[in-house]
């Protein structure tokens, strides 16, 4: 009940913390025609949207391909908390009004992980350091309700798919999707990511670690960050039907 309580909480800070990181690309296209643009307006005043004021914390971190750590992006989530053991988030190149769909983050506590199969846990991610170093953060709410957040992400598995890979100036969601990973220890994550990072938003990565080095460090469950041991896994797009997935 505190999370659901904290995350209420978080509701009166949306808003901040935001529309200081502009979209990696410009997509080519016309610009929106008045008519659209009143379509749009109407649609915004009379139709519901109820899934989307769920999504009311916001989280700005960093991601790398599974198999290609050299290849880094910040990733701007908007999260969603399910349950207590389940959250969905939205990733974004950006928060302001340009910024590009990028990919969803799914999250479980270690509770649910330790229940996949041996396979499924190659595909997630752990927070731990994420945490713990400061490079992820909620940006715009008390210091108080972020350290609370992080006490509970801290043990928390990511299951991260980007679709749209702007950091490779992609002006278009073209290719295969691709799974990405959490950065695991220092000196993994560019130095020039963070520090651009931390001057939009006015924070210091140093100082947000030392307070929260009090936030224990959870043991990782086995089977969570297999690209550490090279077990890689990631999408390939074939022209072979997947009779499985065809399967009724």
């Known amino acids: 009940m505190r999370h659901y309580i904290l995350f209420g909480l978080l509701v009166v800070a949306a808003g901040c913390g935001g ?3 502009g979209s990696q690309v410009k997509s080519p ?7 659209d643009a009143l379509l749009d307006k109407g649609a915004d005043l009379l139709q519901d949207k109820t899934p989307f004021k769920s999504f009311n914390t916001y989280l700005d971190g960093f991601h790398f391909y599974n198999g290609n750590i050299n290849a880094q992006m910040e990733a701007h989530h908007y999260v969603n908390q399910l349950n207590e053991d389940l959250y969905q988030a939205i990733i974004f190149d950006g928060n302001g009004k340009d910024a590009k769909l990028m990919g969803v983050e799914y999250i479980i506590t270690e509770r649910l992980f330790k229940t996949l199969t041996e396979e499924e846990k190659k595909l997630w991610h752990s927070h731990h350091h994420e945490v713990k170093s400061g490079s992820l953060v909620a940006p715009g709410i008390p210091l108080a309700a972020e350290h609370e957040l992080m006490e509970k ?15 490779q100036e992609r002006t278009l969601p073209v290719g295969s999707p691709m799974i990405m990973m959490g950065f695991t220890k220092d000196g993994q994550l560019k130095k020039e990511l963070l520090d651009d990072r931390d ?13 929260r080095a009090d936030i224990p460090m959870p043991q990782i469950a086995a089977g969570a960050n297999a690209w550490e041991k090279g077990e890689i896994r990631q999408f390939v797009i074939s022209s072979k039907a997947d009779s499985a997935v065809h399967k009724h």
């Not at 296209?29 to 008519?35: A, L």
């Not at 992400?153 to 950091?167: A, P, R």
């Open 29 to 35: 296209g016309d610009s929106i025609p008045t008519k």
């Open 19 to 21: 529309n200081n990181s």
């Open 199 to 211: 001057k939009r938003f006015d924070i210091s990565t140093e100082k947000i670690k030392k307070s």
């Open 153 to 167: 992400l801290v043990s928390t598995y990511g299951k991260t798919i980007h679709t749209w890979h702007t950091d």
